[in-house]
């Protein structure tokens, strides 16, 4: 089995562990100052529900997460494939991260700045790096 192509995986694990915690510690604070009280949410409730309510920059962490939980999971499936297979190659390695370097940089952008024409180009680049590690995954399986 390969293991250098599962290291970036495993980053982007980690940073979005990492996102988990920067949108609470943002969210938290920013519920409590307009008075959103946790223990007396309607059941059913959803974290989008109330993003119309916080800041913008508070909910920018909360929609990058959301976007963390989306596009990456191909990722992963792309690189345990590969991984699996043996079918990945220094290029593989390299795209794989790529695409982990771009995710967090888009994170980080959408987080704080969130220009959209940016993050636009940072998701571009990202889902090169992702198509072409889709294709070596078919391609190491056939």
């Not at 059941?43 to 119309?52: E, M, S």
Request: hydrophobic letters at 60%.
């Amino acid at each position: 089995m390969n293991m250098p192509i599962l290291a970036p995986a495993a980053a982007l694990v980690l940073w979005s562990v990492f996102m988990m915690f920067w949108l609470m510690a943002a969210r938290l604070p920013a519920m409590a100052k307009i008075g959103i009280d946790l223990s007396k949410a309607a059941p059913g409730g959803r974290g989008q529900d109330i993003d119309p309510n916080l800041p913008p920059p508070v909910a920018w962490k909360s929609h990058n997460y959301a976007h963390l939980m989306e596009q990456p999971t191909v990722f992963y499936a792309a690189v345990i494939i590969l991984a699996i297979s043996g079918g990945a190659t220094d290029l593989s390695v390299y795209l794989a991260w790529g695409y982990t370097i771009l995710r967090v940089l888009h994170s980080i952008w959408q987080s704080t700045v969130n220009i959209v024409s940016i993050r636009f180009v940072l998701f571009v680049l990202s889902s090169l790096c992702l198509t072409v590690l889709a294709v070596q995954a078919v391609m190491a399986t056939i």
